[in-house]
């Protein structure tokens, strides 16, 4: 079992930046493939970017390249979503994800969830 707390969200203008973390609980972090989604109001949550246990592998969604980078740190159960030229597009409930099958942009094979942060990106 995995828990995870996200945090970081916020107001923020269009071009600015954040970084959100998510705090995992557990001793088995490293093994768990890791990935941030996102759902904007009225619409359906979608796949923002994945990482590999070890860090060496990324998955970006192509709304998102060049913009976010993703990382971690199994030392202290944490990864992190670093948001740069934020766009009013943007703006939705960040979600971290936990999965021991594999890097995926597929949300369907996440099987822990975060309860999500609030991103708002005023023009």
């Known amino acids: 079992q995995v828990q995870l707390i996200e945090s970081g969200g916020g107001l923020v203008q269009a071009g600015g930046s954040l970084r959100l973390s998510c705090a995992a609980s557990g001793r088995t972090f490293g093994t768990y493939f890791m990935g941030w989604s996102r759902q904007a109001p009225g619409k359906e949550r979608e796949f923002v970017t994945a990482?590999?246990?070890?860090?060496?592998?990324?998955l970006y969604a192509d709304s998102v390249k060049g913009r976010f980078s993703i990382s971690r740190d199994n030392a202290k159960n944490t990864v992190y979503l670093r948001m740069n030229s934020l766009e009013p597009e943007d703006t939705a409930v960040y979600y971290c994800a936990a999965s021991r099958v594999s890097m995926s942009s597929n949300r369907l094979r996440y099987e822990y969830w975060g309860q999500g942060t609030q991103v708002t990106v005023s023009s």
């Open positions: 990482i590999s246990w070890s860090g060496d592998n990324t």
